[in-house]
Structures are given as C-alpha cells and as structure tokens.
C-alpha cells in the first residue's frame, strides 16, 4: 500500500503569498497524479487553509479535487473544527464533535485524529477522544494502523516551542492506548513546518514540512531547496512502512 502525505498548505485568501501557496499545491497534486503506481490514498494533516474561511476551503478543495487517487484530510489549527465538520460531511456521524474517523478501505487502517485544542494552537487529547481511538484500534488489533493527526506528540527540539501540546499527561495517555495493543502502529503528523522524528510510547512518529515553502523550516539539500515537499509512505506485509520524502520539480505542472 502506498499513502501520499501532504501537510500545512495555508491556502490564504487575503495574503500575499496566497497565489503562490496555490501554486505549490497544485504542483504536489500534479507530481502525485503522474506517480506510477498511483498511491492508494493521500492524506492532508492539517492547516489546509490559513484563516479557515470559506473561500480559502473552496480554493483549497478545488485544487485537492483533481488528485486522482481519493484523500482524507485532518484538522489543523488554523482550520477551525466546525469548519473542517462541514467539509467532510458524511464522513462524520451528526452528534459526534471531532474531527475523528477510521477508514477502512485498504490493506493498512488509515486513522484521523482530532488533535485540536479549544483554548490555543496546542494540541490536546480529551478523553473521549482517545476512548474512540482506543475502540478503533481495539476493533481490528491485527491490522496495521497509520495513525494521522496534525501536532507531532514529542518534542521537536529545533522548534522555537519543543512540546507542542497543552498537557504531557494526556500525551502519556495516548502511549498508554497506543501501547496496549498489538498491531504495527505508525504516526504522521504535520504542524512543526519541518522534518523531525520521534516516539510516542512504542510508536514512531514523523513529520512533514509544510507544502507552504514560504514557512517551511530546516534545512534541506540542494535539490529540495524552494520547492513544495511531500511524502510518500509505502507499507508491505513482513517490511512494515518505509517513508520518502519527494522535492516537485521546479516550474509550474
């Protein structure tokens, strides 16, 4: 199975990088469409618009749209919760709050997690949210799981903050009920605009660098310097996940 991770496009509509954070996206879409083999799936982790407000979805989507294989997309802080609910519609169920599913249409389990804080652009773990993610896991506990949510649950030590959340306890927690099962588990996560590594409990866990080149962070080689990023996760039964990360090549697709 083969994932495409995007992440951190910050589609703006008042901006004056917002024609150019476009174009970045439409490139990924572009370098995507002509992979061969196609990915299975692509999955945005969060802060696909700016502001969240609704041209900036609608120029976003439009863009997303033309991807060929079907994608997921997660809440980022700048998205805004009940905006991201409108978008995804029957994806979620009516009286369910968060950004929060399973999708069970490929050989790996792709999970969405809601990440989001109400009080800041921290991440935060409610109860409830980790007794749904601890259901989804308990449901099939031999099938591989990607894990995709938008703040990298570990401290990311180039950052001008480290620790990305509002609280380390509910951070343990979410080891607690990654730990407690026994399928091969790996997290994706965006939010930090750059290359980092960590673990969560047992899991590892990466992120990707914003699409957004004008707020990417890190240094890169030569050949990725400038240009829009995203990642390619490919899993297979005995070798687990391999990830690579991709430059678009230079020019308009």
Not at 127 to 148: G, M
Request: hydrophobic share 40%; charged share 25%; aromatic share 6%.
């Amino acid at each position: 199975m083969i994932i495409a991770q995007i992440s951190d496009t910050h589609i703006a509509a008042d901006h004056p990088k917002g024609p150019e954070r476009e174009d970045h996206l439409r490139r990924c879409v572009a370098a995507i469409n002509r992979l061969d083999p196609l990915p299975d799936v692509v999955v945005h982790t969060g802060d696909l618009t700016h502001r969240a407000k609704p041209e900036e979805f609608d120029r976003a989507l439009a863009i997303l749209d033309e991807l060929k294989p079907p994608f997921h997309l997660v809440a980022g802080n700048r998205d805004e919760r009940d905006a991201m609910r409108s978008v995804l519609g029957a994806r979620l169920t009516a009286d369910w709050p968060f950004v929060q599913y399973a999708n069970e249409d490929h050989a790996v389990r792709l999970i969405i997690l809601d990440s989001l804080s109400g009080t800041s652009n921290k991440g935060d773990f409610c109860t409830r949210r980790l007794d749904h993610l601890e259901a989804l896991l308990a449901r099939e506990p031999e099938k591989p799981v990607a894990l995709f949510f938008h703040h990298p649950p570990f401290d990311v030590m180039a950052a001008k903050d480290p620790f990305q959340y509002e609280s380390r306890e509910n951070v343990a927690r979410l080891a607690e009920v990654l730990d407690q099962g026994g399928q091969e588990i790996r997290i994706f996560c965006g939010h930090s605009h750059r290359l980092a590594r960590g673990q969560v409990g047992r899991v590892e866990v990466t992120t990707l660098p914003s699409v957004a080149v004008d707020l990417r962070l890190g240094d890169y080689p030569l050949e990725q310097q400038g240009r829009p990023l995203f990642q390619l996760h490919r899993h297979s039964p005995g070798a687990g996940f391999t990830t690579t990360t991709h430059a678009v090549a230079d020019g308009r697709s």
